[in-house]
């Protein structure tokens, strides 16, 4: 399979806690990204990791990459109601010129 | 830049029609790829292009699909007879690939097709 699995499907927060989201994958990648859609619209490119990158930061987020584990995770810090949306993360996997995307976890946060 | 566009915005129509989807990518990016959004199966590839050329279309449900890049600005995406299970949201995105990589997507804001 070349997508990567989300965990937790599902994350309820208070405004202002931190949100950890993670990411499993099987094969080895190139680079894997990360995207938030917002109900009704289209996916928004968040960050990108290469394969050789062990820690991204852009603003609020932070993306750790794991390749010995294939794994990733996207934490959001201080968050925001604003930051409510689903979060997909799609690794880009050696020899494929495609991402595949998985079911997302869904982010709350609640005021 | 106006981002990837994708008209129309809402589409309903009656079973058996043809419906016609349209993507103009971002200028400067050489890879376009077309999504189908449902509940129940989430976000699925159907095809992509580089550089205006179907590289895989392997997610293309059934032969009443169909897609053209007739030039780096243009895309569309055909369904001739619609059937109600194609009521989905269509993105269209689009990236620049180099040294074999693709780069981040852009997605459009989607079409939203209901078959009536």
């Known amino acids: 399979s070349q997508q990567g699995e989300e965990d937790p499907q599902a994350l309820s927060i208070q405004e202002g806690e931190n949100a950890t989201m993670n990411c499993s994958y099987k094969?080895?990648?190139?680079?894997l990204q990360w995207y938030r859609q917002n109900s009704g619209r289209g996916l928004v490119h968040l960050i990108l990791i290469r394969s050789n990158e062990r820690e991204k930061h852009s603003g609020r987020l932070r993306v750790t990459l794991d390749t010995s584990k294939k794994s990733s995770s996207l934490l959001i810090t201080a968050s925001r109601a604003a930051d409510t949306a689903s979060y997909f993360c799609a690794p880009l996997i050696q020899g494929a010129q495609k991402l595949v995307f998985g079911q997302g976890t869904r982010l709350t946060i609640n005021p | 830049d106006a981002g990837v566009i994708q008209s129309p915005r809402h589409e309903v129509t009656e079973m058996g029609q043809e419906v016609t989807l349209r993507c103009k990518p971002i200028?400067?990016?050489?890879?376009l790829f077309w999504y189908r959004q449902t509940m129940m199966r989430g976000l699925e590839l159907l095809i992509y292009?580089?550089?205006?050329?179907?590289?895989?279309d392997s997610g293309m449900p059934e032969d009443r699909f169909s897609a053209k890049m007739p030039n780096a600005s243009f895309s569309t995406l055909k369904i001739q007879p619609s059937e109600p299970r194609d009521s989905a949201v269509y993105f269209c995105?689009?990236?620049?690939?180099?040294?074999?990589?693709?780069?981040?997507?852009?997605f459009g804001s989607g079409t939203r097709l209901t078959v009536v």
């Open positions: 292009f580089n550089n205006n050329v179907p590289i895989d």
């Open positions: 094969t080895s990648i190139n680079n």
């Open positions: 200028s400067g990016h050489n890879s």
């Open positions: 995105a689009s990236s620049i690939r180099r040294d074999r990589n693709n780069y981040g997507y852009t």
